[in-house]
């Protein structure tokens, strides 16, 4: 059974850090697109960071050099590193997988709630 859970979510002050992690169970994240979004009240979801066997990438700049995503393929894990955190990153973040070449194989994780405060 393909199993995503997020965690590392919380409330944070302007300014600051947090680490979330995408735990995967039931399949090998070494063969997939390993993706976090995020989804703000009353907005679309948006793509936050993707990583493959070949790198990650941050596609927005609004996001580039405050967020690192990573993948610990021997934990089975996927992080994302996000510092400089500001009041409209608040969202509720979800991991994706993606098959990499069966593409229809599409999981999503339940979500963690991200809350930049003062």
């Known amino acids: 059974q393909v199993q995503l859970v997020e965690s590392g979510g919380g409330l944070v002050q302007p300014g600051g850090s947090l680490r979330l992690s995408c735990a995967a169970s039931?399949?090998?994240?070494?063969?997939?697109?390993m993706a976090w979004y995020r989804q703000a009240p009353g907005k679309e979801r948006e793509l936050v960071a993707f990583i493959t066997n070949a790198g990650g990438n941050i596609p927005q700049d609004s996001m580039k050099g405050r967020f690192t995503i990573s993948r610990d393929n021997a934990k089975n894990t996927v992080y994302l590193q996000m510092n400089s955190l500001k009041p409209e990153d608040t969202a509720v973040y979800y991991c994706n997988a993606r098959h990499i070449v069966l593409n229809h194989l599409d999981y999503w994780g339940q979500g963690t709630q991200v809350t930049v405060s003062s």
């Open positions: 039931g399949f090998t994240i070494s063969s997939w697109k």
